[in-house]
């Protein structure tokens, strides 16, 4: 077990050059993470393997599985479902223009609940509210982002009626 004593501290692996670029990549706390968790599979694989990694290797062992941990886990697919709007896909892809005005407001901040004509706080609601009463002829309209939402809105409990 002496041989274990020749693994690199948690400060040494932190504060090496690859480690400080590590952090500088992926922050002090997932960095930190990431080498205790490479400390720890050397540890428990010692009985087995009977040999102790250096720095570089524990390094990159840390490298990867920061990558692996930030990997994104969204990715495209093809839809061949039949289902248009399919819940577990994303429902609908957005338009050309839809990506570009999603894109064009999220660059920076927004009137998302601001009306800038009063200077005062405003309602998320009412960038669409406006649009669909127009459109649907509806007193009032209120977006919802999924079906439970809808169902709660629409039951006779929500508007306080009684059973």
């Given at each position: 077990m002496s041989q274990l004593r020749k693994l690199p501290s948690v400060d040494l692996l932190l504060n090496a050059p690859q480690g400080n670029d590590l952090i500088s990549a992926y922050g002090r706390p997932l960095t930190l993470d990431a080498i205790r968790n490479v400390l720890d599979e050397a540890r428990a694989n010692f009985p087995r393997d009977n040999t102790v990694p250096d720095q570089e290797i524990l390094l990159n062992q840390a490298v990867s599985r920061l990558g692996e941990w930030t990997k994104p886990t969204l990715q495209p697919v093809i839809n061949a479902?039949?289902?248009?709007?399919?819940?577990?896909?994303?429902?609908?892809?957005?338009?050309?223009?839809?990506?570009?005005?999603?894109?064009?407001?999220?660059?920076?901040?927004?009137?998302?609940?601001?009306?800038?004509?009063?200077?005062?706080?405003?309602?998320?609601?009412?960038?669409?509210?406006?649009?669909?009463?127009?459109?649907?002829?509806?007193?009032?309209?209120?977006v919802v982002n999924n079906n439970a939402a809808a169902v709660l809105v629409t039951s006779p409990l929500w508007h306080g009626a009684d059973r």
């Amino acid at each position: 077990m002496s041989q274990l004593r020749k693994l690199p501290s948690v400060d040494l692996l932190l504060n090496a050059p690859q480690g400080n670029d590590l952090i500088s990549a992926y922050g002090r706390p997932l960095t930190l993470d990431a080498i205790r968790n490479v400390l720890d599979e050397a540890r428990a694989n010692f009985p087995r393997d009977n040999t102790v990694p250096d720095q570089e290797i524990l390094l990159n062992q840390a490298v990867s599985r920061l990558g692996e941990w930030t990997k994104p886990t969204l990715q495209p697919v093809i839809n061949a479902t039949g289902v248009i709007l399919h819940t577990n896909l994303g429902r609908a892809p957005l338009s050309q223009a839809a990506q570009l005005a999603v894109q064009q407001v999220s660059l920076g901040y927004s009137t998302l609940e601001y009306d800038l004509a009063k200077g005062t706080r405003g309602s998320r609601s009412a960038h669409a509210e406006d649009l669909l009463k127009r459109l649907t002829g509806a007193e009032a309209a209120l977006v919802v982002n999924n079906n439970a939402a809808a169902v709660l809105v629409t039951s006779p409990l929500w508007h306080g009626a009684d059973r």
